[in-house]
């Protein structure tokens, strides 16, 4: 079975700094990665994902994070945030789908809190 | 807006009393799936439907949880005789693919 380990619960990061949240993996197959993000009083929304081909993928919001097999981390990050990237955000891995099925494991979240 | 919805939004019931939830998908979403979220915690996978068949089931669903999708389009999660341990948010997704749209949550509290 698949599990995910963000480490870090909350992260305070000032206005227009970089920020790197983080996010390793444990698998024994091959996986799908996919970053969610939840903003205030809403539902979880897709960020970005990785399924396969290039291991950078970018979101449309500037975030992006790669795939690194040998470290298994799939680490988020933008080089300058703003106050309205204040959510939570959920690392979550999925293994091949079975019966087309992506059935994902979420990590416990990291709190990004941006600051003015 | 034709996002995934749930009804209700909270829900405050007595220990031992039954509750039912419901899932509204996005229309042409053929999968579904429930999870259960507590407080500082990621989703927990509950079961998940491809149309009108539940094809998987967590361990986490005790037998006093059913989960139902008639005719492949709302679903419904029931759980009976309920517990205060069962106060969580219950998460709806649906899907195309590989990628799962969200609902606004049902949040149960169990008094």
């Known amino acids: 079975a698949q599990s995910v380990t963000q480490l870090d619960s909350q992260v305070p990061v000032f206005e227009e700094a970089p920020v790197e949240l983080r996010c390793n993996y444990s698998?024994?197959?091959?996986?799908?990665l996919f970053w969610y993000v939840q903003y205030p009083n809403q539902g979880l929304q897709l960020l970005l994902k990785y399924l396969s081909g290039s291991t950078l993928v970018e979101s449309i919001n500037g975030f992006e994070a790669e795939f690194n097999k040998s470290q298994t981390s799939f680490h988020l990050r933008k080089p300058s945030v703003h106050i309205s990237d204040t959510a939570e955000y959920f690392c979550a891995v999925s293994v091949a789908p079975a019966g087309g099925s992506y059935i994902p494991t979420f990590g416990r979240g990291t709190s990004l809190i941006v600051h003015p | 807006d034709t996002g995934v919805s749930q009804d209700p939004r909270h829900k405050i019931t007595k220990r031992g009393q039954n509750v039912t939830f419901r899932c509204d998908p996005i229309s042409e979403h053929n999968r579904l799936y429930w999870y259960r979220q507590t407080l500082g915690q990621g989703p927990e996978f509950l079961t998940y439907f491809q149309n009108e068949a539940q094809l998987e089931k967590s361990r986490l669903l005790s037998d006093r949880f059913s989960a139902e999708r008639p005719k492949g389009s709302f679903s419904t999660l029931e759980i009976q005789r309920t517990e205060q341990g069962d106060s969580a948010m219950y998460l709806c997704?649906?899907?195309?693919?590989?990628?799962?749209?969200f609902g606004p949550g049902t949040r149960l509290t169990v008094t």
């Open positions: 997704a649906s899907s195309p693919g590989d990628e799962q749209y």
């Open positions: 698998s024994s197959v091959s996986v799908y």
